[in-house]
């Protein structure tokens, strides 16, 4: 069973742009613990981080400037922006350390992202859709 499920009645946010994203997040977790569950190669693995971390970047990176360009309230901008700069700094350590063999993938790891995931877009991005619509 994948470690993530996307349904719209839970996740959507009502902004095209972000529901899409939020899927290919769901996606891009769900096979990298994939690969970790199949013991596949570490090169893989690391590959497959780094390309899902890229992705993760880049939505926060545009989710805030979306939120600037269209006057989103800024108290809310601005707790938005420490929630995404927080998960940014723990996931940097993760990836560091697993490309230096310092550390291996756990499921609790996993199952942090996945609840920070949820967590997130049912009470951050949801919370942005009437001033990006
Ligand atoms: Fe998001
Ligand atoms: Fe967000």
Do not use: P
Not at 21 to 33: A, G, I, R, S, V
């Amino acid at each position: 069973m994948s470690l993530m499920n996307w349904d719209a009645e839970s996740y959507a946010v009502g902004v095209k742009f972000a529901d899409e994203d939020h899927e290919k997040l769901f996606n891009l977790l769900n096979q990298l613990h994939s690969l970790v569950l199949d013991h596949a190669n570490r090169d893989l693995i690391s590959q497959h981080l780094d390309l899902m971390l890229e992705f993760l970047y880049a939505h926060f990176a545009y989710e805030e400037s979306l939120m600037l360009d269209k006057n989103c309230a800024i108290d809310l901008y601005t707790a938005h922006k420490l929630e995404h700069a927080a998960l940014i700094e723990s996931c940097s350590n993760i990836q560091i350390q697993f490309n230096t063999s310092q550390l291996e993938l756990s499921e609790e790891m996993f199952q942090m992202l996945k609840k920070w995931l949820e967590r997130h877009i049912i009470m951050f991005d949801k919370d942005y859709a009437e001033f990006l619509m």
